[in-house]
């Protein structure tokens, strides 16, 4: 709510008390009654405002006979519902509209009407306040603001665009208020369109834009958009940051994601939890380990999902018994763990094998932690006993799950099955997977590469048959690479690169090398009814081929390639040949190539 009138700077609380005790020495002078009430609003303490009013008003009724005190006695029952339980100020909040309506300054007084939409709409009454707003015989621009936060925040967006659109005059809150509303909800598109008609936009504006992006996993809009801001020299703040950062981290943008943590140093930006588990997050995400972990133990104060950041960062690049030191000096500390930290415990014995750490650790979570296990849990537990060799234990786990298995569950069994070559629990994992998630492709890969390590080319053929006769579609495998500040995506057999017939060329090359240092290109693997060479042709276009072929092509030699893909990737041969170091993130964890070799040991 704006302040009426001029004032002083907001009075330090010890101030407040004894203007309070001037007030009962004071007669109850009205117009010291609401410089005291206007003061403890000023210091954020709308409840003691209340009190003076009312220990005073049975002796000094007229107290509320002016239009100034009224509103501020109006705010201070808005504020106080916004802070307490709105039942207690609500008697009150009914008694003050009703002397406003017989007083006329409900109809008369903008700013009386203005506190009323107020106060019922941080009460939660949003009938009411729309009711005292359509009463209003004047509406200025922020007693619509008011309506529209109102609208807004509980999550009506429809209504407040309704009262957006009959505003005759807007500012920029007007503005930033609907571009928040679309895109809390979820809603980029009609976001963006009132981003692109604000004319004066302000740090505000861009956050929430770029936060919708960040959170509808639209990440290559988001850093598109932050650029345009930093171009626009607007100054960011760590909400924009925090959301630039996590874009970064889903596109493995290491180059834009390093930019933002050099501003926040240049800036002398205080780097709070958010912010700095955002960077530990992002340098993770992005391969660089070393510098996520340089955050993480620069940072003052650590909670749970900072710590938890790092022990997940740690496991994904294949440093489990890094990442279970990490949680004990954790709990050292005295903190306690919660569900997100127990699947970086489990994904970090996962990827270095640890089976009987990890069942030691999935029991302490109850037992010791008072953490209920989840589905997400279970699904460690199955991959890490897939992956070791114990299938059918993991199986006899899934019978005895609490809840359902998801298709993320069955999945993971069937990749077990594949390392293993265990035909009958694929089988039963598969029938399982026609049910809960018919149409995905990687179910019928998956079991066609066990067929065919089995040496049963006809289930390798009742697989395709199946995928042609439910015409299941391919996901196309999507690799980007990040090169000179922007992020450049790859799509299997892509042809719409501008550079496309050098990274052809390349690819080429790549190819011939690979073959006489031993790649045999495994066309089993293909599943389109096509002949030997499309077969050979359509590996060796792979978008992460395509994507180290343009990191050659661009980059100095012996420098890192940081490679992105959305699909599964063990490519070991291409640092032997070329002679550099590869980290490539899959959907699973990051492999870290240097000499011909992986990190994962072939362990993914």
């Not at 309070?20 to 007669?27: H, Y």
């Not at 069955?410 to 994992?429: D, P, S, Y």
């Not at 890192?560 to 959305?566: D, E, G, Q, V, Y």
Request: charged share 25%; net charge neutral.
């Amino acid at each position: 709510m704006r302040a009426r009138g001029g004032g002083a700077a907001t009075p330090r609380p010890e101030h407040l008390a004894a203007h309070a005790r001037l007030v009962k020495s004071a007669d109850a002078d009205p117009f010291v009654v609401s410089t005291v009430m206007r003061a403890y609003l000023r210091a954020s303490l709308p409840l003691q405002a209340l009190l003076v009013l009312r220990g005073l008003l049975p002796r000094a009724p007229r107290l509320l006979a002016n239009s100034f005190s009224l509103s501020l006695a109006l705010q201070a029952c808005a504020a106080s519902a916004a802070l307490a339980s709105s039942a207690a100020t609500r008697p009150l909040g009914a008694s003050l509209h009703a002397r406003a309506v017989r007083s006329g300054f409900a109809a008369a007084d903008l700013f009386v009407r203005t506190a009323l939409v107020e106060m019922y709409a941080k009460s939660g009454r949003a009938e009411l306040a729309r009711a005292a707003f359509d009463e209003a015989p004047r509406r200025d621009v922020f007693l619509c603001n008011v309506m529209l936060a109102a609208y807004v925040a509980r999550g009506e967006v429809a209504e407040a665009r309704r009262v957006f659109d009959g505003m005759r005059d807007r500012d920029l809150v007007s503005w930033n208020t609907m571009i928040h509303g679309y895109a809390v909800r979820g809603d980029v598109g009609m976001a963006r369109e009132i981003f692109d008609a604000t004319s004066d936009r302000d740090a505000f504006s861009w956050s929430s834009m770029i936060s919708a992006y960040a959170k509808g996993r639209r990440s290559k809009e988001a850093l598109e958009l932050w650029k345009v801001m930093r171009a626009a020299r607007v100054a960011p703040d760590c909400i924009t940051m925090v959301s630039v950062l996590s874009a970064c981290s889903d596109m493995g943008a290491l180059t834009i994601g390093a930019e933002v943590h050099r501003f926040v140093e240049s800036h002398r930006v205080e780097v709070d939890m958010k912010l700095g588990t955002a960077l530990v997050d992002m340098y993770a995400k992005c391969g660089d380990i070393e510098n996520s972990l340089k955050v993480f133990r620069a940072m003052p104060v650590m909670d749970v999902l900072t710590w938890s950041s790092m022990i997940i960062g740690l496991a994904n690049h294949g440093l489990g018994h890094d990442a279970l030191s990490l949680f004990s000096e954790m709990i050292s500390q005295g903190l306690q763990p919660n569900e997100i930290t127990f699947v970086g415990v489990l994904m970090a014995c996962t990827h270095v094998g640890l089976v009987s750490d990890g069942k030691k650790y999935f029991s302490s979570m109850t037992d010791v932690h008072g953490v209920v296990p989840r589905v997400e849990h279970y699904g460690c537990m199955v991959d890490l006993l897939g992956r070791a060799g114990h299938v059918e234990e993991a199986m006899q786990l899934i019978r005895s799950m609490p809840f359902e298995p998801d298709a993320i569950i069955w999945r993971t069994l069937l990749g077990a099955c594949r390392i293993h070559k265990n035909v009958e629990i694929a089988e039963e994992a598969m029938a399982k997977l026609k049910v809960l998630d018919p149409l995905a492709d990687g179910h019928y890969v998956l079991l066609s590469n066990i067929y065919a390590q089995a040496n049963s080319w006809e289930g390798v053929a009742e697989m395709r048959k199946t995928i042609k006769r439910e015409n299941i579609q391919r996901v196309p495998g999507r690799s980007s690479i990040e090169w000179e500040n922007t992020v450049h995506e790859f799509v299997s057999g892509d042809r719409s690169h501008p550079r496309i017939e050098e990274i052809y060329k390349m690819l080429e090359e790549m190819i011939g090398r690979l073959i006489q240092a031993g790649y045999r290109p495994m066309t089993s693997l293909v599943l389109q009814d096509i002949d030997e060479q499309s077969k050979k042709r359509a590996l060796a276009e792979h978008s992460e081929k395509l994507a180290i072929a343009f990191g050659l092509l661009t980059t100095p030699p012996g420098s890192t390639l940081r490679i992105t893909k959305n699909l599964r990737a063990c490519e070991e041969l291409i640092s032997l040949v070329y002679g550099r170091k590869l980290i490539i993130r899959d959907r699973n964890r990051f492999h870290h190539f240097s000499e011909g070799q992986c990190s994962c040991k072939d362990y993914w």
